[in-house]
């Protein structure tokens, strides 16, 4: 089991930044991908950014260039840097772990997450105008 636990969200008027940490805890050798999806109300969970055992990200389309994903194993924490937030960024936000090759967590981005087996409580992140 890996326990995860996201903590950083908040309030920030629009172009603002925030930074997201999730810190990882238990058998976490059990994960070679970490990720980090987003919910908004009356929508699905939609993946975010992606990262493996190598270090190589994967992000969204629409938060490349203003969201940056990374890890520090010695640590176990993933930290998400979002910069120049709007409106649609709004959501709660979550931390997953999973066993996935690489290229399963290149292409997980893409999806709601299924792929992942542990996940945080989620943080909530809102941006105003």
């Known amino acids: 089991q890996i326990h995860l636990v996201e903590s950083g969200g908040g309030s920030v008027q629009d172009g603002g930044s925030l930074r997201l940490s999730c810190a990882a805890s238990?058998?976490?050798?059990?994960?070679?991908?970490l990720g980090w999806y987003r919910q908004a109300p009356g929508k699905e969970r939609e993946g975010v950014a992606t990262?493996?055992?190598?270090?190589?990200?994967n992000y969204r389309d629409s938060v490349k260039g203003r969201f940056t994903i990374s890890q520090d194993n010695a640590k176990n924490t993933l930290t998400l840097q979002m910069n120049s937030l709007n409106a649609e960024d709004s959501a709660v936000y979550y931390c997953?772990?999973?066993?996935?090759?690489?290229?399963?967590?290149?292409?997980?981005?893409?999806?709601?997450?299924?792929?992942?087996?542990?996940w945080g409580q989620g943080t909530q992140v809102t941006v105003s105008s």
């Open positions: 238990g058998s976490t050798y059990l994960r070679t991908c």
């Open positions: 990262i493996d055992d190598n270090g190589v990200p």
């Open positions: 997953a772990a999973g066993w996935l090759s690489s290229r399963i967590c290149a292409s997980a981005v893409a999806g709601g997450g299924t792929p992942f087996a542990y």
